[in-house]
């Protein structure tokens, strides 16, 4: 359900963005009679049966797949553990890159992947938190591992979903509606949108690349000691430095603040939790 809100709240497509993903659907057909533009960003759900062609691409004639058709929208991959590995793997390059390329004998094609991948998975094979599992540890970590540690690397945010309670589900009380987060993410991207300006390879913090980062995530020296701390202790990769970079300048901007405070760098920090806790 929160995979499905996700696309409510981010900014309405651009029109090189609609005309990109127009292009897209109508190569495969999924193009509703008379329309003429896809106007809302895409959410995809492949089920976890699906193959490398399925997600990637592919054909006699190469032709887009779910992570091409999820361009500028979100992927959604629930029950993650469930796909194949081989399946799971193909998905590091197009994360990285914002594109995937097909090489069949027909010839080889390049299709843009630029998509927010969200996934969810359960804890333990059946489905309930470690301590109350009748699964053994073996069996829990062989079902984690099903998961990469690099794939888990490309993933900015991890969060962890407790279990709702039921005096919650009955409760009355309603949270804040799509469009008033909407509008907070509007605001944190126009803020993007001014800072980088004559950038078209960048269009928001996620695009950001080294020459970026070093001009637009400056820390001060209390806050690079954290950094450093949290790096040395979780034994952090280059690429997760570079992600909790990214994550805290969303995090200022979404704050309306131009500098990426120890604040920022704690909690983007945080979102890496199972860098070492399931995986480490």
């Known amino acids: 359900m929160l995979a499905k809100r996700l696309a409510t709240i ?25 329309q003429a533009l896809v106007t809302t960003r895409p959410y995809r759900a492949p089920h976890h049966t699906a193959s490398d062609a399925g997600l990637l691409g ?10 091409s058709l999820a361009n500028h929208g979100v992927l959604f991959l629930d029950e993650l553990p469930e796909f194949k590995r081989s399946v799971l793997e193909t998905l590091r390059q197009p994360l990285e890159e914002a594109r995937v390329t097909i090489s069949r004998a027909a010839g080889t094609m390049t299709f843009p992947a630029q998509f927010m991948l969200v996934a969810a998975m359960n804890p333990t094979p059946d489905g309930k938190m470690p301590h109350e599992s009748r699964c053994s540890p073996r069996e829990i970590q062989n079902y984690l591992g099903r ?3 690099p794939l888990l ?45 004559g950038r078209a390879r960048v269009t928001c913090n996620a695009r950001m690349g080294t020459r970026e980062l070093k001009t637009y995530c400056q820390l001060d020296t209390a806050t690079l ?13 280059a690429r997760a430095y570079d992600r909790i970079l990214k994550v805290a300048r969303t995090i200022a901007d979404l704050n309306g603040v131009e500098r990426i405070t120890s604040e920022a760098i704690a909690e983007a920090i945080q979102f890496r939790a199972l860098d070492n806790q399931m995986w480490g």
Do not use: W
């Not at 963005?17 to 008379?34: D, F, N, Q």
């Not at 592919?58 to 992570?67: L, R, S, W």
């Not at 000691?225 to 990769?237: H, I, P, Q, V, Y």
């Open 58 to 67: 592919g054909n006699v004639i190469p032709t887009p797949g779910e992570i």
């Open 147 to 149: 998961v990469s540690g």
């Open 10 to 34: 981010l900014p309405p497509l651009t029109l090189d963005e609609a005309l990109e993903t127009t292009k897209i659907h109508s190569i495969v057909g999924l193009l509703a009679p008379g």
């Open 225 to 237: 000691d954290l950094l450093k701390m949290a790096m040395t202790e979780k034994n952090l990769s």
């Open 153 to 197: 690397d490309r993933i900015d945010l991890h969060i962890e979903v407790p279990a709702v309670k039921f005096r919650d589900i009955t409760a009355e009380r309603t949270g804040e509606s799509s469009a008033q987060i909407r509008e907070r993410v509007m605001a944190a991207r126009r803020l993007q949108q001014a800072r980088y300006a």
